[in-house]
């Protein structure tokens, strides 16, 4: 397993952007997939984005399609993910997590695939 940590969560208007960054704590990022989740009140946690190992490949959950991008600069052992056009739905906690399985669309939107949480970051986009 792997300490990840969120950061850049906060309060923004709809319409606005933010940016995350996901770290690792003393061990490297550049060997397993990372994924975003997200938590609402009163709701599952759900998948947003994941992307590859090199960081070639990404997916998407549909309603973040265009608006949300996923990055890694594993040079910097950081995942990003940028999100634009915020709206109210999109208010959750936000997390990061880990995967070393291998990169197969069916699983990744799935939290059992992933061993390694962040303790995730609050976004609220008031309306």
């Known amino acids: 397993q792997v300490q990840l940590v969120e950061s850049g969560g906060g309060l923004v208007q709809a319409g606005g952007s933010l940016r995350f960054s996901c770290t690792a704590s003393?061990?490297?990022?550049?060997?397993?997939?990372i994924a975003w989740f997200r938590q609402a009140p009163g709701k599952e946690r759900e998948f947003v984005a994941a992307i590859s190992v090199s960081g070639l490949s990404t997916y998407y959950q549909n309603s973040v399609k265009g608006r949300f991008t996923v990055s890694r600069d594993n040079a910097k052992n950081t995942v990003y993910l940028q999100l634009h056009s915020l709206k109210p739905e999109d208010t959750a906690v936000y997390y990061c997590?880990?995967?070393?399985?291998?990169?197969?669309?069916?699983?990744?939107?799935?939290?059992?695939?992933?061993?390694?949480w962040g303790q995730g970051t609050q976004v609220t986009v008031s309306s």
């Open positions: 997590a880990a995967s070393s399985l291998a990169w197969y669309i069916p699983v990744l939107a799935t939290p059992r695939s992933y061993n390694s």
């Open positions: 003393g061990r490297t990022l550049s060997t397993y997939i």
